[in-house]
């Protein structure tokens, strides 16, 4: 297998190597995967369904360092902001009505991830998880936009959607490591962490099977749906892969590692917006690093 210059780069950035942005920037140019993540979707940007594939194609250039310094990537990026942003948080509707937690933790995480210097901005998206985002069962939500109720069986009903819970405390995490914890936000994150681990990170409370099937599929990165691999790192940024509610996710994973020692994708996402890091079902590069460095902790064994 071939190592597309993006994926070395990932690496070194991982390793703390220094790398100027002129050479960053000349290895994201030669990379192929990045060529790829670049071309505009096929969908109309001003529609829901072309939102999404923006924001899909964002969230996969966020896994490769350096991309936020293209202008393309800024281009888009502020596209998003500006059809996203509503004064509460992020809707793909750019309505109030239409705000859904998963998406609205998304576009967040990736202002985050991508250096985004608009601080008011990224605390709408925050504060709205911070006072609407339950993580914890049989919760009032006290938002009252109505696709958060209606659309895709409900986000925050009894029982709050998983991925978002999971999307919401991954970008709490990744605002504190930027912007540093408060009261508020470190109780909160606590209740998401301990919400992850009561369902021993990939099941339901009520029969002890996975909540989706797709949540024990590999795939990277990650679209609005989580799988074991997300929700392991995440636990992992948080000290908690210990927690002896992760054993049966690390067992697994472990289970999935191919004879030649790689891992494989198991699925691919929307083709029309969606591009693959690693051909499906075929050895890894990009998964196999990723769950290599959960491999690394000493739970693992």
Known sequence: MDKDSAFTLKKAYDKDDKVSIKKAQNMLESSELVSKLLTDPKQKPHTFVGLRALEWRLLELCEVPYTHTLDKVQNWLEFLVNRTSISEG?????????LLACHNAIITNILLKMGYDDKDKIDTGINWILDYQNVERDRECKWTGV????????????????????????????????FGGSKKLDDKLHNGLEYILIHR?????????????????????????????????????????????????????????????????????????????????????????????????????
């Not at 992020?90 to 309505?95: K, N, Q, R, V, Y």
Request: glycine content about 6%.
């Open 90 to 98: 992020f809707s793909l509707t750019g309505e109030r009505n239409g």
């Open 147 to 178: 696709d958060l109720f209606t659309k895709w069986g409900g986000c925050m009903k009894k029982t709050p959607c998983f991925y978002g819970v999971v999307k919401s405390v991954k970008t709490l995490t990744e605002y504190k490591e930027r």
């Open 201 to 301: 990170v990939f099941k339901k409370l009520s029969d002890d099977k996975p909540i989706e099937p797709s949540i024990i599929e590999n795939f990277y990165p990650y679209p609005y749906k989580t799988n074991i691999i997300e929700t392991l790192s995440l636990l992992k940024v948080n000290g908690l892969l210990s927690d002896r509610r992760c054993k049966e996710a690390i067992g697994i994973l472990k289970q999935k590692k191919r004879p030649d020692g790689f891992w494989q994708a198991d699925t691919s996402f929307m083709k029309t917006a969606w591009v693959d890091f690693d051909e499906p079902k075929k050895p890894g590069l990009w998964i196999s690093y990723i769950i290599s460095e959960l491999t690394k902790d000493k739970y693992w064994t």
